[in-house]
T-cell receptor, first 113, second 114 residues
Framework: GENVEQHPSTLSVQEGDSAVIKCTYSDSASNYFPWYKQELGKGPQLIIDIRSNVGEKKDQRIAVTLNKTAKHFSLHITETQPEDSAVYFCAASSSGGYQKVTFGTGTKLQVIP | KAGVTQTPRYLIKTRGQQVTLSCSPISGHRSVSWYQQTPGQGLQFLFEYFSETQRNKGNFPGRFSGRQFSNSRSEMNVSTLELGDSALYLC?????????????FGPGTRLTVL
């Protein structure tokens, strides 16, 4: 089955710096890659997603890049703010006959004011 | 538009009991997916329902089951509870395409099995 590895598990950055979280996946059939932010006591919230026919997508301070050949995708957050502190999850899913989704293990991001 | 709601928010059960969790999706969403989140195993996909039918299923034992009603509300049932079933159970709704679509998560139900 699909295996998604996420690194790093924890990340501390100074406010205003950039943060990068990387994920790799194993199933070449995966074609949808969302990123979620989870704050304490809340459910995950989609912050950005990318499909396999796109190499990069940007939404204000957040961007995601996808390299299908290498089977890895990354989340980039620029100009980090204290409210960006949370746990971030990547995921990979496929729309083939039987849909499945596999999540990464999460990255705890701390933005230091 | 109201978000995904889950009830109850917290639940304590003992081993061997069964439990039913409820999820109300965003109005107009027809797909409901369920997930289990634990510190050890992370976020794992349980199953997805669409139009009252289970469309996709993760790798969980048959003790975990669910159903969806005609109004898209969904319930998840766990029978013969084990200590390892203690977890945050999340449901997520999407318009139609399930796990390959934009999903909106509820706040979760925290289940503790004693």
């Amino acid at each position: 089955g699909e295996n998604v590895e996420q690194h790093p598990s924890t990340l501390s950055v100074q406010e205003g710096d950039s943060a990068v979280i990387k994920c790799t996946y194993s199933d070449s059939a995966s074609n949808y890659f969302p990123w979620y932010k989870q704050e304490l006591g809340k459910g995950p919230q989609l912050i950005i997603d990318i499909r396999s026919n796109v190499g990069e997508k940007k939404d204000q301070r957040i961007a995601v890049t996808l390299n299908k050949t290498a089977k890895h995708f990354s989340l980039h957050i620029t100009e980090t703010q204290p409210e960006d502190s949370a746990v971030y999850f990547c995921a990979a899913s496929s729309s083939g006959g039987y849909q499945k989704v596999t999540f990464g293990t999460g990255t705890k991001l701390q933005v230091i004011p | 538009k109201a978000g995904v709601t889950q009830t109850p928010r917290y639940l304590i059960k003992t081993r061997g009991q069964q439990v039913t969790l409820s999820c109300s999706p965003i109005s107009g969403h027809r797909s409901v997916s369920w997930y289990q989140q634990t510190p050890g195993q992370g976020l794992q996909f349980l199953f997805e329902y669409f139009s009252e039918t289970q469309r996709n299923k993760g790798n969980f034992p048959g003790r975990f089951s669910g159903r969806q009603f005609s109004n898209s509300r969904s319930e998840m049932n766990v029978s013969t509870l084990e200590l390892g079933d203690s977890a945050l159970y999340l449901c997520a709704s999407s318009l139609e395409r399930g796990v390959t679509d934009t999903q909106y998560f509820g706040p979760g139900t925290r289940l503790t099995v004693l």
